[in-house]
């Protein structure tokens, strides 16, 4: 298994942003400005097993950090089949995850994915991380980061890796600083291929479409009924920069 541990920190991509756009989506939690600004200190590691089943540690989670995780559930397997439809599988070579939680995207992923195909899967909270990686221990091609996903570029970098196939995405985006979420975004249109797209779970379905439009050329909403809280999907595609400089 290629699990392993995020080490570097500082220059985040997209933290040299400083304004908020006035007509940005609700206040980001305190925890999203930490993730950004805290670069210095690396999320502490994994040193206990993960108790109880999925469905617990993602309660757990959602109710100690809130909108820092987002939902109280793990995804579906309809919401990821959704998020997964149209992958070429045949011709991808990585897909980076981002928050992972309990990895039920991951599972499906590995299901579909060629074992030549690498797929990074990044998350930010040790619990579920560990989670994650006791899951995946026997996966040789998943490689599970303890890390922050506005460190993205640093994250690829150190593994050597400059393009990618398609970047999925759990993160609570919305909620992050724009500052934050221009730097995920950012990194990840850089890295995606021509072809690629970037994907996006949400359960408040089409709440955030015109967020996605300020990003991206191309948005598509896919809607997941099957889902607890029932939810859905943005398939993205053509970058237009990062919602600061774009104001
Ligand atoms: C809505 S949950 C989605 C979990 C999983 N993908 C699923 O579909 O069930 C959001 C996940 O993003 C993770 N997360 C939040 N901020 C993050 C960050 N900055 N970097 C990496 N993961 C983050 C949370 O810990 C949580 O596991």
Known sequence: MMSSMATTQNSQP???????AASAPPPEPAAHSAA?????HPPPPPTRAAQGPDWWLMMKAFLTQGKKIASFAPSSRFMARKLLDGIDW????????????????TTVMTKLARPETK???????PILCSRLR????????????LGDATRLGELLAERGIRQVDHVISGLPLPSFPAAARDAVL?????????????????VMPLVYYKLYRRYFDDVRFRFVPFNLPPGGVYVCRGYRGTLLATK
């Open 134 to 145: 006791e899951r995946f221990r026997n996966a040789a091609n998943v490689d599970v980061i």
């Open 36 to 40: 950004l600004n805290a670069s210095p």
């Open 90 to 105: 045949a011709n991808t070579q990585t897909i980076v995850e981002l928050g992972a939680g309990t990895g039920p995207i």
């Open 186 to 202: 950012e990194v990840a249109a850089r890295t995606i291929v021509p072809n690629g797209t970037f994907r996006q779970i949400t």
């Open 14 to 20: 997209g933290a040299a942003a400083t304004a908020t």
């Open 119 to 125: 797929l990074i899967v990044i998350e930010l909270d």
